[in-house]
């Protein structure tokens, strides 16, 4: 058998490069069941390095999906870490963007059941946290697509004391209840990082 076979053959086996797959059989001496078992070696002590996950998962997972790394590690993943805990591993230096995506995965968690806006005041979720956060963020979207005049009028005692006694934000629950768009454009930010900061402090609490 020449070369040329054998590492077609040891491609067959396992999801291995051309050049690798001729330096693992040069390693072996051309015994293409040697050249496996030294793939798959190498690849699990990556995937440890990479993860840090214990040997046992990553040799399960990495058998269960063919030794493909990418999907490998989408699998531990989600072995290790809740959707919220990935969504924040993530989308690690933008919050706005994270607590978007934490307010996608509550609503298709529960889930939760609209007419285009959800009805903050009936809003059945697993705990008052979630409740908390998808009161706070569901304002501010429906406020980004309506504007601030509109989203006075949309449950703005439930928001401004929501903002006020759960995210600490004084400042930008009054300027809801003051109906003070200048005086609310400069909390946002901080109504944005404190809804953020209700995620990471709380994060067992989430999906």
């Known amino acids: 058998m020449d070369n040329i076979e ?20 040069d390693k072996s001496g051309g015994d293409i069941a040697v050249a496996r078992q030294l793939f798959i070696q190498e690849t699990q002590a990556v995937m440890q390095e990479k993860t840090g996950a214990a040997p046992g998962m990553v040799i399960s997972l990495l058998e ?11 699998a531990i993943e989600e072995a290790r870490y809740s959707i919220t805990e990935r969504i924040l591993r993530k989308i690690k230096h933008n919050p706005e963007a994270a607590v978007d995506k934490v307010a996608i995965a509550i ?10 806006w959800l009805p903050l005041n009936t809003m059945s979720l ?23 005049d509109s989203a006075l ?17 004084p400042e930008a629950a009054a300027a809801i209840r003051e109906g003070n768009e200048t005086a ?3 909390q946002y930010e901080t109504v944005i990082q404190r809804l953020y900061r209700l995620v ?6 989430f999906p």
């Open 184 to 186: 609310f454009r400069r």
């Open 6 to 25: 054998r590492i077609k053959q040891l491609r067959e086996l396992v999801p291995v490069g051309l050049r690798h797959a001729g330096l693992l059989l």
């Open 153 to 169: 009028c949309f449950y703005p005692e439930l928001v401004s004391d929501t903002i006020r006694d759960i995210l600490l934000c």
């Open 126 to 148: 697993p705990n008052s946290t979630q409740l908390h956060f998808m009161v706070v963020h569901e304002w501010l979207s429906y406020e980004g697509y309506e504007g601030f």
């Open 107 to 116: 609503e298709t968690a529960t889930p939760l059941h609209r007419e285009y």
């Open 200 to 205: 990471t402090d709380h994060v067992s609490l």
């Open 64 to 74: 269960q999906h063919h030794y493909d790394i990418p999907r490998t590690l989408n």
